[in-house]
């Protein structure tokens, strides 16, 4: 059955799920090593996926990953990732350079971002195959580039991920670091309201939970986005910071 394509007309069609899943098993059948996919990252961004691994991919980083978790990975250590997603029947690469604040998709970010995100799936995680654009030398592919943030941003708000980032987690207060530019964010009514008032003052999560239009999961949703734009002060030893980690319900055993 042919499916009529989504994509703008300039953009190549996006693969299939099932041709990917072909292509990626051919490529560990010729290096005899299923376990090869993630072989090349760099060491330490490898561990930091792999700890994000479920129960049932134990193992290994592929197909256990929320994208949010994929792309925090990314920024934390400042290196370039492609990752492929799946969404429905196709798979879309995305590439993201941390440093340049830059990401590079054959969808275009405003189609991106009108998707249901949490549906978004990683299939397969490996270093950047190319550059970041320079917007001094255009080049044929200066279309597929758009800024990081916004993708970002919305992922937190709107991705499948609802628990903090663990570097966040825990006993902590939290304040929007001074002078961080967030014009580029989608901001209005309560959630630019949370912002103002985390430029002012160090408060913790339930705190924030209470705030009008806030509850647990969206206080956590707005930290995380927040954390990822570098906009987070996090603090563990403020008065504010509770000796309750509020996201499992148990003492804190170092308090």
Do not use: K
Request: net charge neutral.
């Amino acid at each position: 059955m042919m499916f009529d394509s989504t994509q703008p007309a300039r953009t190549a069609p996006l693969m299939r799920v099932s041709e990917f899943q072909r292509y990626l098993a051919e490529g560990e059948q010729e290096t005899r090593a299923g376990s090869t996919r993630l072989s090349s990252l760099n060491p330490s961004l490898l561990i930091d996926l792999q700890r994000f691994a479920r129960a049932e991919s134990a193992g290994s980083a592929d197909g256990a990953l929320e994208v949010l978790e994929v792309l925090a990975a990314a920024v934390r250590h400042a290196r370039p990732l492609r990752v492929h997603l799946q969404h429905e029947y196709r798979v879309v690469p995305l590439t993201v350079f941390p440093n340049e604040h830059q990401m590079h998709c054959p969808v275009a970010l405003a189609t991106l971002l009108q998707w249901r995100l949490t549906e978004l799936r990683v299939l397969h995680v490996e270093p950047a195959r190319i550059a970041a654009h320079d917007p001094a030398r255009p080049g044929p592919e200066a279309h597929h580039h758009a800024p990081l943030g916004p993708l970002l941003w919305e992922l937190a708000l709107r991705g499948a991920r609802d628990e903090l980032l663990p570097e966040i987690g825990g006993s902590a207060a939290y304040r929007v670091a001074p002078g961080v530019d967030l014009s580029r964010l989608d901001l209005a009514g309560t959630l630019a309201a949370a912002v103002q008032r985390l430029a002012r003052q160090t408060t913790n999560l339930r705190e924030i939970a209470g705030w009008p239009g806030f509850d647990r999961e969206r206080a956590m949703r707005m930290l995380n986005g927040l954390y990822l734009h570098g906009a987070l002060m996090v603090s563990r030893s403020h008065p504010a910071a509770t000796n309750l980690d509020w996201t499992s319900g148990e003492a804190d055993p170092a308090r």
